[in-house]
Nanobody
Framework: QVQVVETGGDSVQVGGSLKLACVVS???????EAWFRQAPGKKREGVAG???????SYADSVKGRFTISKDNVKDTLYLEMTDVKPEDTATYYC????????????????????WGQGTQVTVFG
């Protein structure tokens, strides 16, 4: 059974930095992950993810400020957040999907089957 666990959420001051981590376990084949977020009253949106060819896609709102990376040895995904803004306040989710070479949308919520419980990021000041 695939499990996805996010950690690292916290309260952070405007302009500050934070690093989220996501540990994925239970896969027997290749898989891909992405970060999403959901603010109160808003739809869940894609933040950062890996395209079919391995390139990285970011939401326009976080380009230049957030960086996604993956440690394949530890099977851990990271999201480094810098210069955070109040609008970054949200519950951040990690999602995982089977990678079988078929097309998928890196930032499409419906293309991911396995989700973590989320970790809260609150930007104040």
């Amino acid at each position: 059974q695939v499990q996805v666990v996010e950690t690292g959420g916290d309260s952070v001051q405007v302009g500050g930095s934070l690093k989220l981590a996501c540990v994925v376990s239970g896969w027997t084949g290749r898989h891909r992950e992405a970060w999403f977020r959901q603010a109160p009253g808003k739809k869940r949106e894609g933040v950062a993810g890996f395209e079919l060819d391995g390139s990285i896609s970011y939401a326009d709102s976080v380009k230049g400020r957030f960086t996604i990376s993956k440690d394949n040895v530890k099977d851990t995904l990271y999201l480094e957040m810098t210069d955070v803004k109040p609008e970054d306040t949200a519950t951040y989710y990690c999602a995982s999907r089977l990678f079988d070479g078929g097309w998928y949308g890196a930032l499409r919520t419906t293309d991911y089957r396995h989700w973590g419980q989320g970790t809260q990021v609150t930007v104040f000041g």
